[in-house]
């Protein structure tokens, strides 16, 4: 071994995991808002991006915002108790994050296909005015 790389410390070296799958998404090259084409497609995106957030908030809030009222309409249930905690103690701290799980993972699954689809979109229009 030499003496060459005395003191100097080693190199670093960048870790990253596998490469991910993305969905192909409009370039602004592709797409420009200030034409009427493009304010139609770019809201149209919008808007459904939007319905979908308005839609698991929703449910989130129906899921997650009626556990207080079962307990007011089940009194005996919010006196119970499970593993010596109280039912709503554990339905707050371990059963809302399955909901959450899967609300998170069914928003981005539906978000991403409305991007395919748009990007889909976008490709149908070019492919028809070459």
Sequence with gaps: MT???AGKPPERVRVTGPPRRRTPVARSADLDPGTRVGGVFLGSLLREQLRLAAVVVVVLVLLV???PLLFHVAPGLAS???LGLPVPWLLLAVGVYPVLLGLG???VRRA???ERDFADLL???DG???
Excluded: V
Aim: aromatic share 10%; proline share 0%; net charge negative.
């Design 65 to 67: 915002g009626s556990l």
């Design 80 to 82: 119970r108790q499970l």
């Design 105 to 107: 993972w069914a928003f």
């Design 3 to 5: 003496q060459e790389g």
């Design 112 to 114: 991403e296909r409305n």
């Design 128 to 130: 028809g005015d070459a």
């Design 123 to 125: 490709a149908d229009h």
